[in-house]
Antibody, heavy 118, light 112 residues
Framework: QVQLVEYGGGVVQPGTSLRLSCTAS????????MYWVRQAPGRGLEWVAI????????YYADSVKGRFTISRDNAKNTVYLQMNSLRAEDTAVYYC???????????WGQGTSVSVSS | EIVLTQSPDTLSLSPGERVILSCRAS???????LAWYQQRPGQAPRLLIYGASSRVTGIPDRFSGSGSGTDFTLTISRLEPEDFAVYYC?????????????FGGGTKVEIK
């Protein structure tokens, strides 16, 4: 069964960096694109980034472009989100999700919480 | 970037009622690349519908999706107690046309 576990969240100060990881199991990780999606407290879902199954293509939301970098290590079944120059508005629960063949987000982790505060 | 507008923001309904949720895109979606998700309080989202009208395996058939171009709907034929949740639409393109994966603002379906 598909399992996605995110970790690396925490409380950080504005302007600092944090790297999130999401480890996958229960499927052939190298065959699937992967998403990061976030949800600010009491707010809706916001797409953050997606990376193709082989890492060849990466796309970002305008709100994080130039600050966040998505990457993956298929040998470790892990997708990463490097977050630099963090702002208060980046405070959210960050979910990783496996993209289905249609590219809809078919399976989700339980999320990791990031709080950016001075 | 494509913007998705969901309406209404909130619906107050009783179990057994029929629900129709709307999602409108700011431009026509390629290949009807539109998905619907359900999120219950304290839980991760769950994919219900992809490709505008294809139901995910295991999702009850009271959930159905329709639409094309810029106007899409999610219908719940008869509300069950577990269906009271927030519903989001998402556009995602295809592997050849993907540019963004934006979500709509969500519609909360609450118990009347």
């Amino acid at each position: 069964q598909v399992q996605l576990v995110e970790y690396g969240g925490g409380v950080v100060q504005p302007g600092t960096s944090l790297r999130l990881s999401c480890t996958a199991s229960g499927f052939t990780f190298s065959n699937f694109a992967m998403y990061w999606v976030r949800q600010a407290p009491g707010r809706g879902l916001e797409w953050v980034a997606i990376i193709w199954y082989d890492g060849s293509n990466k796309y970002y939301a305008d709100s994080v472009k130039g600050r966040f970098t998505i990457s993956r290590d298929n040998a470790k079944n892990t997708v990463y989100l490097q977050m630099n120059s963090l702002r208060a508005e980046d405070t959210a629960v960050y979910y990783c999700a496996r993209a289905s063949p249609s590219l809809a987000a078919g399976d989700w982790g339980q999320g990791t919480s990031v709080s950016v505060s001075s | 970037e494509i913007v998705l507008t969901q309406s209404p923001d909130t619906l107050s309904l009783s179990p057994g009622e029929r629900v129709i949720l709307s999602c409108r895109a700011s431009q026509s979606l390629n290949s009807n690349s539109l998905a619907w998700y359900q999120q219950r309080p304290g839980q991760a989202p769950r994919l219900l519908i992809y490709g505008a009208s294809s139901r995910v395996t295991g999702i009850p058939d009271r959930f159905s999706g329709s639409g094309s171009g810029t106007d899409f709907t999610l219908t719940i034929s008869r509300l069950e107690p577990e269906d009271f949740a927030v519903y989001y639409c998402q556009q995602y393109g295809s592997s050849r046309t993907f540019t963004s994966g934006t979500f709509g603002g969500g519609t909360k379906v609450e118990i009347k």
